[in-house]
């Protein structure tokens, strides 16, 4: 048995495999070096899927090379660049790869992991820092410890889709925890979404009328595109009017949604009249896919899947239902496949009902959620294409081999005949598709040797398995170097090499360059200033940049988001702030507290709410002032001194209270009209009340019987008076022309007259007219007709009038 001691030297020798039989015994009390520290002894770390393992082409310690398809760069991205990729620049042949009973990373083909590396002659080797530690799973979780180390903050929530088909993007971000350096990567990452035509899409927010904020649905206050659904909303339409026929038979169906974390129930319903539910996806600890055709299938046996998608967070759900099977697309990164046990011609029909959450109440209670994104597609290849890019790797392995299995997954009940036929078809077409497995590879072609004329170039074989010698890894007599003629362009006579950039050739055999370039052959630009912070001059007056800067010369940096009030971003993320400012956005600092709620502006400025002023905001304001010697002591508010009271001190105390007057000054009444005394108890009469008459108010009399008036001085009749009489001591005193107890009767001397008025009636008049008249109507005639005219006359009558 080998020791501990020997395997770690081992590992700290090299990076290349070292044979260590029985490792397997060195695991007793071996406890894993964590996902975090790995990342820190790690040169490179990055996340992958495996396009292509040679596991038959082994070194002499039994390792193996993978093809590997790079999906992530976490730590390393620029000695990565320094690494031979092949095929495009994220793909990479990696070795070093092999057993783990000799503590080495094994992987497998079609598998995401997270990849911890290093670099040997230019190509990339896993790296052991621990028992099996050159690679983990591809989680959430581990990605998570890696981020941690690198310094990255999680990543925010992805936005929402610009498009909602014909391919969008989204986006997230994240900021780095580290202050005195920057972090190792990006802080912003894209995708595409929505890759899906638009024809034949079927959006149930729409249907349901969600968009125009029925009851119970609103705009959701952090994500203005979604819509949070309360459990009193009643979203629901007859499926006819969506599928006019029948509800397809192979479909996806696309979410974009957050649901509070702890809920269970239904998310989408399909219900027919008896109450039963056809098609349903209920959420909880797990999320079930509820289908039932015209045969009841696969009823209790739908597929349930182990994903809780009621956990707070925003996610991406598509479910993707084709012939026997049923895939779910979960944020885009997992894919999860089951059998849909239902009939060969599976139907639901359309004469059912469309519900968000359940239609029936006996089902559960209503949905209550977020949801940004609700679509029915007719195409189930339009699930993966919400955010979801599955077997679309550049060498076309993946596309192969998922053709062969969705060939053979076709209608699962054939017949036996006809499976043999499709696993003989199968198998040809592995056959033709299969890649053949070389021990070496061949470089890329050298640059060619001359820049005009005939030259040479040449390339080398290299070991797929990383050995030293390539001559180990080669047929006998096989060919290590390879050369050919290479032809650029016809050479000028007077040039050995030809000019760059515009420059032409001149008599003495060099190069005259344009302004702007210099050198030999005019290979070089020159910019007018040196291209600062690390910029290369590209051509004339262009400077290339690096991350972080910007300019014609480079000579800004970048903050993001910008410096404040007047800050200078001297480095990338770090802003140079004035006096009187903090970083890291200059934002102002005041040495003294703003008090009730103000806030600093500027350097020892405070901004005060209303209703408080001062340099520090202690002063309160009362908009009216206070009276009276009153103190202001908060916001409209005063303090007032003894005997007065009120908002403003404005109002005087008396005690006791005035009677009837008011309060002017403390124990000091102002007495109504009518009034004296000091609380103003006391009343008087003007003038005396007549008659017998009392004063019992301020100019008020009590009148005995028979008389009335503010001064008892009008006498009162039984009966009233008529015709203007005037009662006097209960007597009536009567105007000219009457007479009696009332002056009810009237002196008269009676004449005659004639009264005129107006008669009207109706009378007949004869009138003539011309006309056209005879056969043909040639000439004219003079006729008579009868017509009946109102009349009025003035008419008179005889009158009596009194005189």
Known sequence: MVGVEAFLKCLIVSVLPCVISGC????????????????????????????????????????????????QIYKGKNMLETATSIDDSSTFMIGNFGDKKMCYSDVSTGESYIFFLTVYKNRLSAKYDDFFGAVVEDTWYTEDEVYKQIGWNEWSEWSSCSKSCNTGQQARKRACSKKETSCDGTNVDTRQCNTFPCSGITDFLEIFGVYKLPLGVTIDTERHSAYNITTIANLYSPLSSVFHLDFPKDFSILFYLKINKG?????????????????????????????????DLPGEKSPLFDIPIADGKWHQVAFSVKRRHITLYFDCDSVFEQ????????????????????????????????????????????????????????DGVFDQEKAIKDEANKDGDDDNKTRRKRKKKDKALKEKTKIKVLPADWSSWSPCTVTCGTGTQSRSRYCRNNEIEVEECLPDHSQVVQNRLCYLDKCKEDCFQSCLNGGSCNNN??????????????????????????GKCLSPGVCFCPSGYYGQYCENAICDPPCLNGGQCGKPGICSCPSGYSEPLCTPS??????????????????????????????????????NGGKCVSKNKCSCPQGFRGRRCHKAICRPKCKHGS????????????????????FKCKRTCKNGGSCIGPNKCKCQQGYSGKWCHIGRCEQPCMNGGKCRKDKCRCPKGFRGSRCEIRNC????????????????????YTTE?????????????????????TMYRTAYRCV
């Open 749 to 768: 001397k009676y004449e005659k007259h004639n009264m005129p008025y107006e008669q009207t009636y109706k009378t007949l008049v004869r009138e003539e």
């Open 590 to 627: 005041c040495d003294i507290t703003c008090h009730n709620g103000g806030k600093c502006i500027r350097h020892n400025t405070c901004k005060c709410k209303r209703g408080y002023t001062g340099n520090d905001c202690s002063q309160p304001v009362c908009r009216k002032g206070c009276q």
């Open 24 to 71: 397997i015994y060195l695991l007793n009390g071996w406890t894993p070096v964590s996902v975090y520290d790995r990342t820190a002894l790690a040169e490179i770390v990055v996340s992958g899927t495996v396009l292509q393992t040679f596991k038959e082409i082994r070194t002499k310690s039994e390792t193996y090379e993978s093809k590997i398809k790079i999906k």
């Open 263 to 295: 809920l269970s129930g239904y998310l989408l319903t399909l219900s027919d009249i008896m109450g039963n539910q056809r098609l349903a996806i209920k959420y909880g600890d797990q999320t079930l896919f509820q289908y039932s055709d015209q045969n």
């Open 339 to 394: 059998n849909l046990s239902r009939s060969k011609h599976s139907k639901l029909g359309n004469n059912l009902m469309f519900a968000i959450g359940p239609y029936f109440a006996r089902h559960g209670t209503p949905f209550e959620g977020v949801l940004e994104q609700a679509l029915i597609i007719p195409d189930p290849e339009a699930a993966k294409q919400q955010c979801h890019n599955q077997n679309k790797s550049k």
């Open 509 to 534: 055999g060099s190069c005259d360059c344009v302004t702007g370039y210099i050198g030999k052959n005019c290979e070089k630009a020159v910019c007018e200033e040196i291209c600062r912070n690390g």
């Open 663 to 682: 309060c002017i000054f403390p124990d000091t009444c102002k007495c109504n009209r009518g009034y004296f005394g000091q609380k103003c108890e006391d």
């Open 773 to 793: 008249c005879g056969t043909w109507r040639w000439k004219t005639c003079v006729k008579t007709r009868l017509r009946y005219e109102l009349v009025t006359k």
